[in-house]
Each structure stands twice: as C-alpha cells, then as structure tokens.
C-alpha cells in the first residue's frame, strides 16, 4: 500500500474546496483525521465526489456570490480626488505591460527633446533623433554604470588658462583647498590652524574659522570635546557634494563638520588615536536613499566612516600597516586609500565589508641620455639606452590617491612614478617613472657633491569619469596626463604653471553661467583669435563646452612635515585656481 500522506493529498484539497460552509479546515485536521483511522489511505466520505462535480460546485461558488467583489476590482481612491492624477500619462486599464514599457519610453524621449530643445530654426528633427538623443541615451547608460565616458582630454586649451590666486590669508603653509560643486566659494586650510572662506567669483576673502586655544593644564585637565573648532594644524578638508557641510581634520585627532552656509561648527567627532591626515565625502548627490557618507584617514592606521545625515559614527575600516595619507571616492559605496610606506593601496567595498589589496613599490628605472652620450663607445657601438646612465629608483611610500572611474584609479609615490591601476589585476597596468623630474642639491662633501633624486607625487586629481587627470610636486608646474581609450596607459599633455609645493589638487565642473558671474574666469578675446580652431566629434565637444575648474593648494612647505621648503619670489602660501576653456 503507498503511503497515506501521498495518498490523500489529492482528496484533502478537494475536501477543503466543497465544504465550504462547514468552517475553516486545515490540512493538518485532515491529516490528523485519516491517520486516526488507520493510515491506510482510505478516502474520506464527503471526498468521494467525481472531478466534474466538484469543478461545476467550484464554479457555481463564485457565480452566486454576487455581493462579493475582488480586490483587485475594488476603488481604493479617495472619492475627492480625480481618478486621471493616478494615471500616467494617458494609461488604459486593458494596457499590456509591454504596451506600458512603450508608452513610458516614449514619454522619456519627449522629455528629452525638450530637453535638449533650442532656438526654432537651429536644428531639424532628424538631427535631433539621430545623435542628440541617441547620444544622451548613451551618456544615462554611461553614468549609471560607473565607467569612464568623458574624453575630453585632448579639447582644452592649455596655453591660455586664466587663473585666480588668493592673497595674505594664511601665514604658514597651505595644506588644503577645496571649491563648492556650484563653484561660488573656495576653502583652504593653514598650518596655522584656520580654515578661510574664499569668494570664487570675486577672490576677496569672506570668513575666516579662527584656531580655538586651550588653556595650559597639568596632566589631563586639557580636554578639547567641547571647544568649538580645532586647536592644532589642520592637514585636510573636504566639502559635500550639495555644498552644505565642510569636513576638516588634523592634528588635534577630531573630524570637525561645519555649516558652510551659516559659517557655524557643527559638532566633532573623536575615535582616532592619531592625527587626521584625509578626508573624502561620497560623491553620490544625498537623498532618502543615500545618505551623506564622510570617509576619514588617520596616522592611527585605520579609516572611519560617518553618516552625517543622522551625525553619527558608522563603522572602522582596518587594514593598513601604515599611516593613511590619502581617500578618494566616487558615487558607489567604495573607497581607495593609500597607505603610506606599506607600499599598498586598498579598494574598500563597504556593503561587502571586503577590501582588495594592491601592493606597490615597484623600481622604476631613468635613464640621463645626455650623459650615455657624452660617454664614448670604445667598441663603436650605437649609443642608446645600452650606454646612457641609468637609475633605479625603488618606491618606498605611496603618498597619494585619485579614482578615475569605479573600477580604475591612480596613485603616486615617492619615487616620482604615477601608476595606473585596474580592479581587475593585482599589478600595476601602467607606470610613468619620474613623472615629475629630478631633485638636484649640492652637498658640501667630499665624495658626493651633487645629490640627484626624484620629486615625489604630492597631490592626484581627476576629472570624475573622464580621461584626465592631474598630479603635482614642487618642480613648479602642474602636469595633466590623458588616459588611453582602451585604459591600459597614459600620457602628458600639458603643463600649468604653480610654484611651491603643491599639496592638494581637485577638478571640478562649474555651472554654465560661472565665467560670466567670475571676470577672472573669462576667455580673452586675444586668446580666441590666435588659437586655430580644433576639429572635434560631437560628444567631445558637448562633454567640454563648459570650462572646467582646477584647484590647487599650494604652501612653501609639504603638509605633513618641513623636509622639504621653497621660499623665494613668486611661493606663497595660497590656493590657485585655473579655468581651462576648451579650444574653440
């Protein structure tokens, strides 16, 4: 005999359906029941109805119960309302969902077009369905999935780049300066211990945060959580991306938030044990959904996360052997820091508290072809490579970092190289040795006389997205490099002025009307009539219409230290700020 779970399984369902009337009943009643009487299958006897019976029972059940209506044909509206707001354009109650996808995706390319809608008479139809629309389809697709789409490396004008320097703000060494996404005011913090507020459109100077002091104690009597700003150099500053709160760090080991519309401190976290040495908002615009994430590096090893919607602390990020120097981030939930003279850089995913690792300190080699030259080949080989002089240099501190896109970032060291790298490969994909020159000092020795050493990389920044980017040292220029389309290297393609120490760098995309509010900003006419006009695809020159912002802190000195000075005429401690236009 089968058994007589399977057996009546059947007839417990049919059962359930024609007794209806009778109450509920539940499988494990009829279950209980039949095993009461044997276990041996037998059938109930109010089951032994045939199949079409019971279907015409079924069917008869829901035909005379006319009073009873379903949910899904009931109105759950209010009765005041007009039933047309809950629509959707004109939506049909017998729409398929396909239909519904068509509709809504026809609605989104009317969107567009207005969008994208100028002057009567500039442009025909075809046009705009042709490129404009295909190509800002393909701009939405781009930016949701996190890759580089800009390339625009190749369209600005490098040799006519207006510029803005601040004057006698702070008196020691600049070591951050950070400009609002909307571009209207510019920060920048001092060795001194205050951070200035800066009128982009005009450079005057508008607030200046003061260093707080602190009484002289003995032993433990100098507490510093009450005190409403920092008591020590400030080493970082980072601003939101809607521009309302500024983060700044330092040497007093607290994460300090300000109101930067109201010029007010805000509150101080603690928790690090060591100085505040990088600072990085989530470049995601804050909503319900996404809250405003503040990530912080210290010389304490490790990395905090603050939510400052609700101000609060969220978690510790550990790992690093060394002193984090740098953070950057994106929109997603992702995080590069570099960690010093651990030689590593790690790719922290939050949501999956997991972190990838990816070891540095690779030798680059330098060769001096003027010297190989002036040697003279005995065997009357080709002079090259073979006999120039050539130096090693091997990577000892990775100092700074910079995210290209979700899955691509640079870093610096102090050997002088740039190095490219991928999520992807645990290596470097790319490495630009000595990207910034030899340092030469005269020693006053007897055996060495001159010292030769590379300039290490100071500051990394890119354009979000896009394939350029910028680095930094004390050579006294800014050099901007192009990503490869194929991301496997890159390139110089310019130079810009800065003298001094170069210790912060930032990009950033000003709104449209900005060069005609900042005369500072705008393109002269000289400049216009003697650059020849450039050749340029339709989406380059829709990504670089607009002029993009350089900003750039620069000190006499480095941020974490004084090993390394330039004083003379010309290095000041500022913050430069430089408009590049694109080539018309």
């Known amino acids: 005999m089968p058994d007589s779970f399977f057996a009546t399984s059947k007839n417990r369902k049919r059962k359930r359906s024609t007794t209806r009337d009778d109450g509920p009943s539940t499988s494990k009643k009829a279950a209980r029941a039949v095993k009461g009487k044997g276990g041996k299958g037998r059938k109930p006897e109010g089951a032994t109805k045939k199949k079409g019976t019971a279907d015409e029972e079924l069917s008869d059940a829901t035909q005379d119960d006319d009073e009873r209506d379903g949910i899904d044909e009931m109105d759950l509206r209010a009765p005041d309302v007009d039933p047309n707001a809950y629509e959707s354009g004109e939506e049909d109650e017998d729409e398929t969902p396909a239909e519904k996808?068509?509709?809504?995706?026809?609605?989104?390319?009317?969107?567009?077009?207005?969008?994208?809608?100028?002057?009567?008479?500039?442009?025909?139809?075809?046009?705009?369905?042709?490129?404009?629309?295909?190509?800002?389809?393909?701009?939405?697709?781009?930016?949701?999935?996190?890759?580089?789409?800009?390339?625009?490396?190749?369209?600005?004008?490098?040799?006519?780049?207006?510029?803005?320097?601040t004057k006698r703000g702070h008196r020691f060494s600049v070591t951050a300066a950070v400009a609002s996404h909307d571009a209207r005011w510019l920060y920048t913090s001092g060795k001194e211990g205050s951070i200035i507020k800066w009128d982009l459109h005009t450079g005057r100077q508008v607030h200046t945060f003061h260093k707080c002091r602190v009484d002289k104690g003995k032993g433990k009597s100098r507490e510093t959580g009450d005190l409403s700003g920092h008591t020590d150099e400030i080493w970082a500053l980072a601003i939101s991306p809607d521009g309302k709160y500024l983060a700044s760090g330092g040497k007093d080991r607290r994460v300090g938030v300000w109101d930067a519309e109201k010029n007010e401190w805000v509150k101080g976290f603690g928790g690090h044990r060591d100085c505040i040495s990088a600072l990085a908002f989530r470049k995601a615009q804050p909503s319900l959904q996404t809250p405003t994430q503040l990530y912080s590096g210290s010389y304490d090893r490790t990395l905090k996360l603050f939510d400052l919607s609700t101000m609060g602390y969220v978690e510790t990020l550990f790992g690093h052997q060394d002193p984090v120097l740098s953070i950057d981030t994106l929109r997603a939930e992702t995080a590069v820091s570099a960690g010093g003279r651990d030689k590593t850089v790690r790719f922290w995913k939050v949501p999956e508290e997991t972190q990838l690792v990816f070891r540095?300190?690779?030798?680059?080699?330098?060769?001096?072809?003027?010297?190989?030259?002036?040697?003279?080949n005995a065997e009357g080989r080709p002079k090259g490579k073979d006999t120039s002089k050539s130096e090693r240099f091997i990577e000892g501190s990775i100092e700074c970092v910079a995210m290209i896109d979700e899955t691509t970032f640079v870093s610096g060291g102090d050997s002088g190289s740039i190095s490219l790298w991928s999520t992807q490969k645990k290596k470097p994909i790319f490495t630009q040795a000595v990207a910034h020159g030899m340092d030469i000092s005269h020693e006053d020795t007897e055996d060495v006389a001159i010292v030769r050493k590379p300039r290490w990389v100071t500051a990394l920044a890119s354009l979000r997205y896009s394939d350029l980017f910028a680095s930094g040292s004390w050579d006294g220029e800014i050099r901007l490099w192009k990503v490869?389309?194929?991301?496997?290297?890159?390139?110089?393609?310019g130079t810009i002025p800065a003298l001094g120490v170069v210790n912060s760098l930032q990009f950033l995309t000003p709104p449209k009307d900005f060069a005609s509010a900042a005369s500072?900003?705008?393109?002269?006419?000289?400049?216009?009539?003697?650059?020849?006009?450039?050749?340029t695809t339709g989406k380059q020159a829709k990504a670089g219409s607009a002029p993009v912002l350089l900003v750039a802190g620069v000190g006499q000195e480095t941020r974490f230290g004084r090993w390394i000075q330039r004083k003379?005429?010309?290095?000041?401690?500022?913050?430069?700020?430089?408009?590049?236009?694109?080539r018309t």
């Open 520 to 535: 500072w900003a705008s393109r002269t006419s000289s400049a216009d009539a003697s650059e020849a006009p450039v050749q």
């Open 484 to 493: 490869d389309q194929k991301l496997k290297s890159f390139s110089p393609i």
């Open 360 to 376: 540095g300190g690779g030798g680059s080699k330098w060769y001096d072809d003027l010297d190989g030259m002036e040697e003279d």
């Open 568 to 582: 003379g005429e010309g290095h000041v401690n500022g913050a430069l700020v430089f408009a590049l236009h694109p």
């Open 101 to 165: 996808r068509l509709r809504l995706a026809k609605m989104y390319l009317e969107s567009v077009k207005q969008g994208l809608s100028l002057a009567e008479g500039e442009f025909d139809a075809a046009e705009i369905d042709r490129e404009l629309i295909s190509a800002r389809l393909k701009q939405d697709v781009l930016e949701h999935s996190g890759k580089i789409h800009l390339f625009v490396a190749d369209i600005f004008d490098l040799s006519h780049t207006p510029s803005l320097r």
